[in-house]
């Protein structure tokens, strides 16, 4: 009857649906496939595949599974069943629906309203006044009431830094239409891809304009890998993927269970991000550092900026404003020291240093794929270009005991892996080296290469004499500093065979190749960090080796140095204001805050802030 069947009405998701590869249709991650179809018509124990309807079920994830335990590789797929569709279709489906069972994990009836949209009909929604809810824990996430009052001044809203945070943080407060001014000390991408191009082939390192400033920030000469800890199906994660699709991202980065962009789908990205943030009347400025800041009574009113007048002049002015959203990421180091002069609270946090270590590709593949490796074909088969994520626990007494310092557990991790890329210069000042990964789309380069870091603590920073707010700044810039001399200067890379490395020795006369582009040299890495990092790194390599046979060969080559794996401080602020604890005015937004760590994380801290701003300036009220 009605009541029971309305029991049934909305959406089901299916969980954990595997495809054999055979079966799979290929890259077409959208498709419901004759074999995912199967898979359904079994969970529901409806007989004939062929009559269920696909336009009833779209595919929500899709992930390769080659686990070893596996007796085949498999794609594996979430699916949502919209029940009405279904029924009105095919109406002989009701005897199987109505007897499905939920259960967490595997069947799930999903209520409507867990898919957001992007965060144009986010706001869009907010302006109308209706309530979106989390479904999680019932709390309206974004809005509730807009302000009515149109007669009053629109706020005067400075972004610095056009990372995600503050990309984010300006398309929102410019969508609740604030008078925004999004400055940025690097340039525009397609100038910027210029600098990038000239310091890889002529060796020109442009200070203000490079892998880590410009548009796009950090993440835009990345791997563009799409994946968070901060849980990917949060209405935030979705709105934040839904808005690049939006503006141009494919739609599959919505269902890949894990989506990347790489370099060249994120420049055109980052075009029509700006187009769209210029169409709602924002004020972009490139080439524009803001060098201080202009605080009164223990209020932020505006912004010193240096505008670069020509190559060789920089143009110094005031520009006042309500409030300033600083989304300048962790390599802005001058930013933390005015901040630092101006008596701003910054908290000294935990994060990890290591070396980058670079395998051929197909070695890679075939340790994850055996004999399957073949079908990776360059980015271009069916399965995706391998990657990997080892992480080890070391007690502290498997550290290096003559030193107090060994006397704490640690981790060490495998961090950002980029399957099919390149290691990336990232230093920002020529006496400092360090280094990333970045990968085109294809991710169809020769090498495979990730950081493996090393948990370090305020206790680290102490025992080389660092203290004080930037201590951790003074830690990195201390190994950045030797790994550049290691290299010799002229960006080249200090190297070092994993098996030397193990062995604290050199063979000169064979290292191996390398993508980075500038140069390797060979050097006795194991003495760059203290012993009991470097002992937390043998130890832990030889650990993955055991997870993953053949990552200690001969092949494999450390890289030197990998020092900004997340920002070395917090700059502290309220909770639901988002606004600093010592300026009002002030908002500390993203990875160079310490409130995010990767594109993704750090896009959504700027939505918030975005939201937690506008909310300041009654241009809506509700929750954040
Ligand atoms: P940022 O992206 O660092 O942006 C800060 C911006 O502020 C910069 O553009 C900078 O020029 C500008 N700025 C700084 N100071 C000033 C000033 N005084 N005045 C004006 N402007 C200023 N993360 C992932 O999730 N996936 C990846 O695959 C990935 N790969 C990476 C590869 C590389 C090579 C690098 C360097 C990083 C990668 N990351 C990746 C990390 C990711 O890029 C960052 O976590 C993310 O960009 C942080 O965003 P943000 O907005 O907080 O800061």
Excluded at 508 to 523: D, E, I, M, Q, W
Excluded at 524 to 552: C, M, R, W, Y
Aim: glycine share 8%.
């Amino acid at each position: 009857d009605s009541k029971e069947k309305s029991k049934f009405e909305g959406t089901w998701r299916l969980f954990k649906l595997a495809v054999p590869l055979d079966q799979d249709p290929g890259k077409d991650f959208l498709e419901v496939s004759d074999g995912l179809l199967q898979e359904i018509a079994n969970v529901l124990k409806f007989p004939v595949a062929s009559l269920l309807p696909r336009e009833a079920f779209t595919v929500v994830r899709k992930s390769f599974d080659a686990r070893k335990k596996l007796k085949e590789p498999k794609f594996v797929h979430t699916v949502d069943m919209d029940v009405q569709k279904l029924l009105s279709v095919e109406p002989r489906c009701w005897d199987f629906i109505s007897r499905l069972e939920p259960r967490v994990g595997l069947v799930e009836c999903v209520h409507d309203g867990r898919d957001f949209g992007d965060l144009t009909s986010i706001i869009g929604q907010c302006k109308e006044n209706k309530d979106i809810l989390n479904e999680e824990n019932g709390r309206s996430i974004f809005s509730t009431e807009l302000h009515r009052n149109q007669a009053i001044r629109k706020p005067k809203i400075a972004v610095v830094g056009s990372g995600p945070s503050g990309l984010f943080a300006a398309l929102v407060l410019a969508e609740f239409g604030a008078d925004v001014t999004l400055i940025e000390r690097g340039q525009p991408v397609e100038k910027r891809g210029r600098d990038i191009g000239a310091l890889v082939v002529r060796r020109i390192l442009e200070l203000e304009s490079n892998f880590c400033f410009g548009e796009g920030g950090a993440g835009t000469w990345s791997d563009g890998k799409l994946v968070t800890r901060i849980g990917r199906n949060s209405g935030s994660v979705l709105a934040v993927m839904r808005t690049l699709v939006q503006l141009g991202a494919p739609k599959q980065i919505l269902i890949d269970g894990k989506p990347h962009l790489g370099t060249d789908r994120l420049v055109p990205l980052l075009r029509n991000f700006r187009q769209h943030l210029q169409d709602l009347g924002v004020t972009i400025k490139f080439g524009t550092r803001v060098d201080d800041l202009v605080i009164k009574d223990g209020h932020a009113l505006g912004v010193m900026i240096s505008e670069s007048a020509d190559k060789f002049h920089l143009r110094s002015q005031k520009m006042e404003c309500d409030a300033v959203v600083l989304a300048v990421g962790h390599s802005a180091r001058d930013v933390y020291e005015m901040l630092l002069a101006h008596n701003v609270e910054l908290v000294p946090k935990d994060f990890a240093v290591g070396l980058r270590i670079e395998h051929p590709q197909e070695l890679i593949n075939s340790i994850q794929y055996a004999e399957l490796a073949s079908e990776v074909c360059h980015g271009r088969g069916k399965i995706p270009v391998a990657d990997y994520k080892v992480a080890n626990y070391i007690e502290k007494e498997n550290l290096y005991e003559a030193s107090n310092l060994g006397a704490a557990n640690r981790s060490c991790y495998s961090f950002c892996m980029c399957p099919g890329g390149q290691v990336v210069l990232t230093s920002t000042n020529p006496s400092e080296m360090c280094i990333n990964g970045m990968s085109f789309s294809r991710r169809a380069s020769r090498w495979a290469n990730a950081a493996v870091v090393v948990t370090v603590t305020t206790k680290d920073f102490e025992a080389l004499n660092y203290n004080g707010p930037l201590a951790g700044v003074e830690f990195q810039r201390e190994f950045e500093r030797q790994a550049a001399m290691m290299g010799g200067g002229n960006f080249i890379v200090p190297v070092q065979k994993v098996t030397d490395f193990l062995e604290n020795k050199l063979s000169v006369t064979s290292v191996p190749p390398s993508s980075y582009r500038l140069g390797v040299k060979a050097a006795n890495l194991h003495q760059l960090f203290p012993i009991h990092i470097t002992e937390a790194l043998k130890h832990s390599l030889v650990t993955f080796d055991k997870e993953l046979p053949g990552f200690i060969c001969n092949e494999a080559l450390l890289h030197g140095v990998e020092t900004r794996t997340s920002s070395p401080i917090q700059i502290p602020r309220n909770i639901d204001s988002y606004e600093n604890t010592s300026v009002k005015g002030l908002y500390p937004v993203g990875e160079g805050a310490g409130y995010a760590g990767g594109i993704i994380s750090a896009a959504v801290d700027g939505m918030h802030a975005g939201f937690a701003v506008a909310k300041k300036f009654s241009l809506f009220h509700g929750n954040v």
